[in-house]
């Protein structure tokens, strides 16, 4: 049987006994040279294929951003005929950096580019990529319409697109290149030990959410709040006598969004004076903050709902301002700021036009705050119909009494029964003995259900009660209270006109 030795043929053997060389020539010292050709060819072999690797992932980024920058161009096509390309195209570029996300590649493995001392950013490279498609416009003296712009973009993806190709191609190349030959390094470990995974019947952990935070807020129209949350404080479920005591709020993600110290004083610079926003940012680098820009949008929406028109817009300036020079990536405040003091520049008409729709957006929605405010001041003023509890005697009080938890008899069973078949807001109100938190809870339902309550409270006995509750919130009730209390004074005028007679005439 004839041995096949064709397996050894992928060894690369740098010092082979077998070799011969030139009578006048060092053999160990010819070994020696031959291993560091081949390790030096290995080690360029390999930091050629990460650099190959790297930048495949690079312009695979930018690839997405022209893709954007193109179809984003390509949607305001309509605009061409109302709007200049150029405009068009400035702010096609300034919405596709804004919306592209993380800016900054990833940092290059060890090895690679290194003779660069930063990678631009993508903004960066999408800035260029606008100053070449325009200066190509104007070296090719086109009349600068809008297909003009997008075959520009076009042919730049179309560039990209073929530089992806040939990476693709050096880099299979050089893999294939790469694992013809077995080296000392291609030799790794294989099965050096034996595990059995035994089963672990461990409970599943308990997922928790994040405690709703609840807050009880005694106001004068429930209709207003209500409105708010798209239901009837009519119509409330009894669950909501639950809510008693109001809770601290916590201090979590959602908490209100107001500016720091540092962005209300970038607000205070006027608009305009670029020189001391440039030196404001340089200073306080931390004012570029995503919160900041929405503290500074809050400031303008109160301001606009206080009829401060000059500073609301001034806010909405210095707040767009941020925002525009984060979007554009590390350089991006140089950047801004180069094109938006560059007299006749595109990017000025766009970024007014931004803090311009923005204002009046925020415009419009405070004349919607206000004006609902208003019809809820108006539709409030009748108040809201509440079941509430008063004794009928002013010299007499209400008893509770709560059902014992053990009794053998059967009232107090079924009176027990009712008492914990109500909410806990209200058994904890009954508990304190307070006819006033009994109120509060009432207060919190509906007519109807606060009614089927005071039924079972009196059924069950838990009220001792005179002769009847008077629901001083009606008109019965009030005209009832006011016949009570014309009763009272009668009977006390009776009685001081017989002190006075028995004062006069003891006999």
């Known amino acids: 049987m004839p041995v096949d030795y064709s397996k050894w043929d992928a060894l690369e053997l740098s010092d082979d006994s077998d070799i011969e060389v030139h009578p006048n020539v060092d053999k160990r010292s010819f070994i020696r040279a031959k291993q560091n050709q081949i390790h030096q060819q290995r080690f360029e072999r390999k930091n050629q294929i990460e650099t190959y690797k790297y930048e495949r992932i690079v312009n695979d980024g930018l690839l997405r951003r022209i893709s954007g920058l193109l179809s984003t161009l390509e949607s ?40 660069e001392k930063e990678q631009p950013t993508y903004s960066k490279m999408m800035a260029a990529l606008v100053d070449q498609v325009q200066a190509k416009i104007k070296e090719n003296k086109s009349d600068g319409s809008f297909d003009a712009y997008a075959t520009e973009v076009k042919s730049h993806l179309t560039k990209v697109q073929d530089l992806q190709k040939q990476l693709l191609e050096e880099l299979n190349k050089l893999e294939k290149e790469e694992g013809r030959k077995i080296t000392s390094e291609s030799i790794h470990t294989g099965f050096d030990s034996s595990f059995v995974a035994k089963s672990d019947h461990k409970p599943a952990p308990k997922t928790t959410t994040k405690k709703e935070t609840v807050q009880a807020v005694e106001v004068l129209n429930p209709h207003a709040l209500a409105s708010q949350h798209g239901h009837d404080p009519a119509q409330s479920s009894g669950a909501d006598a639950d809510v008693d005591e109001p809770l601290p709020l916590e201090d979590d993600d959602e908490a209100e969004v107001e500016a720091s110290e540092l962005g209300k004083q970038f607000a205070l610079i006027k608009m305009g004076d670029y020189r001391a926003c440039l030196q404001f940012i340089s200073e306080h680098p931390q004012v570029m903050a995503e919160r900041e820009t929405d503290g500074l949008l809050v400031m303008a929406f109160n301001a606009a709902i206080g009829h401060m028109d000059d500073f609301s817009r001034q806010c909405v300036h210095q707040a767009l301002l941020l925002q525009y020079c984060r979007a554009l990536g590390r350089d991006g405040v140089g950047l801004f700021f180069k094109r938006i003091t560059t007299q006749g520049h595109q990017a000025q008409k766009v970024f007014f036009d931004d803090v311009q729709s923005t204002y009046q957006r925020i415009k419009s929605r405070a004349k919607e705050i206000e004006k609902q405010r208003a019809q809820e001041e108006a539709d409030g003023s009748g108040g809201v119909e509440q079941i509430q509890l008063h004794a009928v005697d002013p010299g007499t009080t209400i008893n509770i009494k709560i059902p014992p938890k053990t009794s053998e008899d059967p009232v107090e069973i079924e009176a027990r029964k009712l008492f914990d078949a109500f909410p806990p807001g209200l058994q904890r109100a009954l508990e304190s003995g307070s006819l006033d938190e009994v109120n509060k809870v009432l207060g919190k339902m509906s007519v109807e259900e606060a009614e089927e309550v005071v039924g079972q409270l009196g059924e069950g006995g838990m009220l001792s009660l005179e002769e009847q509750i008077i629901d001083a919130t009606t008109e019965e009730g009030q005209k009832a209270l006011k016949e009570f209390e014309e009763q009272e004074r009668a009977a006390a005028a009776e009685n001081a006109k017989l002190s006075e007679k028995y004062a006069d005439d003891p006999e």
Do not use: L, N, W
């Open 76 to 115: 305001h096509k309509a605009e061409a005929e109302t709007r200049k390309p150029e405009e068009i195209f400035m702010q096609t570029f300034m919405e596709t950096i804004r919306d592209a996300g993380e800016d900054a590649p990833p940092p290059p493995p060890a090895g690679v580019h290194t003779q």
